[in-house]
């Protein structure tokens, strides 16, 4: 097979403690998924549907220096939890979701909040807001064989010795395995596939 362009290299995640890597197939993420940042957005803190969108795979990065975006004077950071499944399916059971977790890292949804808040303003799509390029940045994935599946962890996000958005990941309106089984009721999910599960509320100094 020849191709008229080359074709793009495959984007992988580090795994930790090992020279493996983890090769990305593509990056959903849940939105408001915690009850008080659903609040600070506007949202309903009750459990409602969930919705999902997208990053590009190419907007995945390893830790480390992010490059500042285009077109924005607003950029805003979203710690996450992010899951890499191992394999993918249809109708995922609850109960069967978390066997489809490779493993868990921290992750940044970067979001140019300016560009998203003219889009909700005329109705139009706000992927440009969430899907630039370097908008994921993503830490060393830990196997769940290592730290078991995380349902009961701090997560917190700290800029120059300032907290600026503490929570725990028990605080999610939509558990890791229901984020999986719900996704795979919409798309068939892959191996590959990652999923940033939403972020916690800002500090209130922050």
Not at 89 to 107: E, K, L, N, P, Q
Not at 129 to 140: C, R
Request: hydrophobic letters at 40%; one cysteine or more; glycine letters at 10%.
């Amino acid at each position: 097979m020849s191709f008229a362009v080359p074709p793009l290299s495959p984007v992988s995640i580090e795994i930790s403690d090992s020279t493996d890597r983890f090769p990305v197939a593509r990056a959903f993420c849940i939105g408001r998924n915690y009850a008080e940042h659903s609040i600070e957005m506007g949202g309903n803190p009750d459990r409602e549907e969930p919705f999902f969108f997208m990053k590009p795979a190419t907007a995945i990065i390893p830790g480390g220096n992010l490059p500042y975006p285009t077109a924005t004077s607003e950029l805003h950071h979203e710690v996450e939890l992010v899951v890499a499944l191992h394999k993918g399916g249809r109708d995922i059971a609850v109960t069967d979701a978390a066997s489809h977790v490779f493993g868990y890292a921290t992750g940044l949804d970067m979001t140019r909040r300016d560009l998203q808040a003219a889009a909700k303003k005329a109705g139009r799509p706000w992927d440009m807001a969430k899907g630039f390029d370097a908008s994921g940045p993503v830490g060393a994935l830990v196997p769940a064989a290592v730290s078991g599946h995380v349902n009961d962890a701090a997560i917190d996000l700290t800029i120059n010795g300032e907290s600026r958005q503490k929570g725990n990941v028990n605080q999610m309106i939509w558990k890791t395995e229901e984020a999986i089984a719900y996704l795979s009721g919409l798309v068939e999910l892959m191996a590959g596939d990652i999923i940033f599960t939403g972020t916690p509320r800002r500090c209130r100094s922050g």
